[in-house]
C-alpha cells in the first residue's frame, strides 16, 4: 500500500544536508531532567546572538519542549516548499513542538513517530545560513537523542554538582566517547545559593565535583536564583569563555584494543 | 454490516450538503492522494481516499502521500467538536504519517490542524452549540 520512494528521495535533501553541514552543530545534554538544560540553551543561544552571530535553536525534547515558555509560544508557518519557517525571538531563530501541541496535551508518539519529529524539526526547517545552531536535547537517551547525537560537531553536558547527577555526567561523556562527538566541557547549574542580603555563597550540594579527571573541563558555574528562575534565561552567560572551549573541544579516544585483540584479528584475516 | 461502513456510509451521503465548508480541505488536498483508515469498534477498517475535492471508498490500489489513521470514536470525536484534531494527534488518537516514511509528518499535522481551527471557527459561528 505505501508508495514506494527512490532511495534518492529517502536521503537527506542534498542543499539541506550541506546547509546543515556548514553550521556549528552544538547540542546541549544532560545525564538528568530539571537540571536548567532548556535554559542554558537558550542563554548560550541569546549570547551568542547578542555577539552578532545568526544562531538558531531547535528543542529536540519533543514530548517535554521547554523552548516555546522561555523565548515565546509563537504559531508556526508552513513556507511554500512544506517547510517550517522558525519563529524569531531576541534574534535567534526558534522552533519547537512545544509550538504545535496544544498547552497541557501530553505528547504520546511511538518512539519512531518521536525520532522522526525530532529529525523534521531539525531538517524540515527553513533555517537560512546559521553561525550556530544550538540543540536542546532531552534528558538521559531518549529515542531523540539517539536520532540526532550523532549529527552534533560538539556537546555541552549540563549538571548540578549533586552525587546522583555525577554518574550521569559519567555516562554522558562515555556516550561522547561511543559517538566520538567532542565534548565541550560541563556547565555546572545551581551550583550555589548567593545570599541576597550579605552575598555570601553557600553551596547547596555537600559535595562539589570536578570532572578533570574525566577529562572534562567546567566552562561555567550558576548560582540557584529567582532572578534566573523568573527570567528563565541567564543574561549574563559567559559567552567568551563558551566561544573559547569551542575552539579546543575534547574529544576522548576510544578505549585501545589489547594486544589479546589485535592477535585475534590477525589470526582471522590470515585465516580468511 | 460492520458498524464503520455504516457509519461512513452515512456521513459519505451527506458530504456534498457540506461541501462549500470543506473547500478549504478540499484545496488543501488538491492533486494529492491521501488515505483515512477509520477503525471500527468491532475491529473493521475501512479505507477511504481523498481525492479530486471527494471522499470516497479507496479501492487499495492507491498511492497516496499520507495515511491518515484514527478509530471510528475519534473520528466522531472530532466531526462533532467533542475532540480538537490538533488534540487527538498529539495524543496519537489520530496520526497523520507520510506514506514514504511510515511516520509522522510534522509539518502536514501542523497544516491540517490550523486548517481544522479555521474550519471550526466557521462551523461554530452557524451551528448552535450543544
Known amino acids: ?272 | 454490516m460492520p458498524y464503520v461502513k455504516t457509519l461512513i456510509d452515512r456521513l459519505l451521503s451527506i458530504q456534498e450538503r457540506f461541501y462549500p465548508e470543506a473547500k478549504e480541505y478540499l484545496n488543501m488536498g488538491e492533486g494529492k492522494v491521501s488515505l483515512l483508515r477509520v477503525v471500527g469498534i468491532d475491529g473493521e477498517t475501512v479505507l477511504l481516499k481523498c481525492q479530486g475535492g471527494r471522499i470516497q471508498y479507496a479501492q487499495g490500489n492507491e498511492t497516496p502521500l499520507h495515511i491518515f489513521r484514527c478509530t471510528s470514536d475519534t473520528f466522531l470525536d472530532i466531526l462533532s467538536g467533542d475532540e480538537d484534531l490538533r488534540e487527538a494527534i498529539t495524543k496519537g488518537h489520530f496520526l497523520i504519517e507520510s506514506a514514504s516514511t511510515g511516520t509522522i509528518d510534522l509539518v502536514e499535522m501542523e497544516r491540517w490542524s490550523k486548517a481544522f481551527e479555521r474550519l471550526r471557527g466557521l462551523v461554530t459561528k452557524y451551528v448552535a452549540p450543544k
Open chain 1, 1 to 272: 500500500m505505501a508508495h514506494e520512494t527512490p532511495l534518492y528521495k529517502k536521503i537527506l535533501n542534498p542543499n539541506t544536508f550541506i546547509k546543515l553541514m556548514l553550521m556549528k552543530r552544538i547540542g546541549i545534554v544532560s545525564g538528568k531532567g530539571g537540571v536548567g538544560k532548556s535554559t542554558i540553551a537558550a542563554s548560550i543561544a541569546l549570547a551568542l546572538a547578542s555577539k552578532g552571530f545568526q544562531v538558531g535553536l531547535v528543542d529536540v525534547d519533543v514530548t517535554c519542549p521547554n523552548v516555546p515558555d522561555i523565548l515565546g509560544k509563537s504559531e508556526l508557518e508552513i513556507t511554500m516548499d512544506d517547510r517550517f519557517a522558525p519563529s524569531i525571538a531576541r534574534g535567534v531563530k526558534y522552533v519547537s513542538i512545544g509550538q504545535i501541541a496544544r498547552e497541557g496535551n501530553p505528547i504520546l508518539w511511538d518512539p519512531k513517530d518521536l525520532r522522526s519529529a525530532a529529525k523534521q524539526l531539525l531538517e524540515r526547517t527553513e533555517w537560512g545560513s546559521l553561525d550556530y545552531l544550538v540543540c536542546d536535547f532531552p534528558p538521559g537517551f531518549e529515542a531523540e537523542t539517539l536520532e540526532l547525537l550523532p549529527l552534533m560537531d560538539c556537546i555541552l553536558i549540563v549538571t548540578t554538582p549533586s552525587a546522583l547527577s555525577r554518574s550521569k555526567v559519567e555516562r554522558m561523556v562515555e556516550a561522547a566517547r561511543e559517538f566520538q562527538i567532542p565534548v565541550l566541557g560541563v556547565v555546572k547549574n545551581m551550583s550555589y545559593f548567593e545570599c541576597p542580603s550579605c552575598g555570601s555563597r553557600h553551596r547547596i550540594f555537600a559535595e562539589d565535583h570536578s570532572f578533570e579527571e574525566l577529562g572534562i573541563p567546567t566552562i561555567a558555574e550558576f548560582p540557584l536564583n529567582s532572578k534566573i528562575a523568573n527570567e528563565k534565561c541567564i543574561n549574563d552567560f559567559p559567552v567568551e569563555a563558551f566561544l573559547e572551549a569551542l575552539k579546543h573541544p575534547v574529544l576522548l579516544k576510544k578505549r585501545p584494543k589489547s594486544l589479546r585483540r589485535k592477535l585475534l584479528e590477525l589470526i582471522f584475516k590470515v585465516k580468511r
